[in-house]
């Protein structure tokens, strides 16, 4: 008997559906043949913990219409047992797929932000949006750091790291002190080509953002990070690419 010929015949002897005579050849060839015994093996400790472990239900009528179908005719008397003999093997694969399906949702779960933060962006994004349409996006307005940083000194009680990003395509346009997440921020403004950005500053506390997040609210996209003791978050309509490129800049410019 040829390896291929007993694979598929390996169901059927497992659930004693082969004839004597097969069932020899079979066994004969398992004598002689490792490969197979162990699929054999594997295929009766499987059928053995599904047995024990899984969970029984009767097949919904439609998917036992859709198997006769498959199948065959409902006149041939053998789908109703292979229906019966295989309803097992369904019982696996179903428990495989839902356990895919929980570690999917524990893998976006773990991926996905704490509630907290979704919050402080929704926060950043309608300030972002207040910023450009009460027209008071810039406090000062310079392309220069060396201007920008020092306009911030006596108004806050930190001092915000202010690059300018010009040479990577993200011209600085000034700075500004806005109020959020419970006290005032310093943000500093940059452009891309016609979007704005705002980059709120403020410095860390410990336990937050471990990671970089990036949040979508309202065709808006947000990406917070923390680099050298500070919290910073980007707020633009650019698309979500660019604004990574922003945040790897500032990584390096402040790392
Ligand atoms: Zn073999």
């Given at each position: ?45 499987l ?74 962006a ?39 790291p ?70 910073f978050?980007a ?21």
């Amino acid at each position: 008997m040829e390896c291929t010929q007993v694979r598929a015949q390996l169901d059927a002897y497992d659930d004693g559906e082969l004839d004597a005579a097969a069932a020899k050849r079979l066994e004969e060839h398992l004598t002689e043949c490792p490969d197979c015994l162990q699929a054999e093996e594997q295929l009766s400790v499987l059928r053995r913990a599904a047995r024990k472990h899984a969970a029984y239900y009767p097949a919904p009528e439609a998917l036992r219409e859709r198997l006769a179908s498959i199948l065959g005719s409902r006149d041939r008397p053998h789908w109703r047992r292979a229906v019966t003999m295989r309803w097992w093997q369904l019982g696996a694969v179903l428990s495989a797929t839902a356990t895919a399906s929980v570690l999917c949702t524990l893998l976006v779960l773990s991926g996905a932000p704490p509630r907290g933060e979704e919050k402080l962006a929704d926060e950043l994004v309608a300030s972002h949006v207040r910023s450009l349409m009460q027209d008071h996006l810039l406090d000062v307005a310079s392309t220069d750091q060396h201007t920008v940083k020092p306009w911030f000194a006596g108004k806050l009680d930190y001092s915000p790291p202010v690059r300018d990003l010009s040479a990577a395509g993200f011209p600085l346009l000034g700075g500004r002190l806005d109020y959020v997440h419970d006290r005032p921020v310093a943000v500093l403004v940059y452009q891309r080509r016609q979007h704005r950005i705002n980059v709120y500053v403020w410095p860390e506390r410990g336990g937050a953002l471990p990671h970089s997040h990036a949040m979508t609210r309202n065709g808006y996209n947000a990406v917070g990070w923390v680099a050298s003791g500070m919290v910073f978050w980007a707020v633009s309509d650019l698309n979500a690419a660019e604004l990574a490129q922003l945040e790897d800049l500032s990584r390096r410019e402040n790392g």
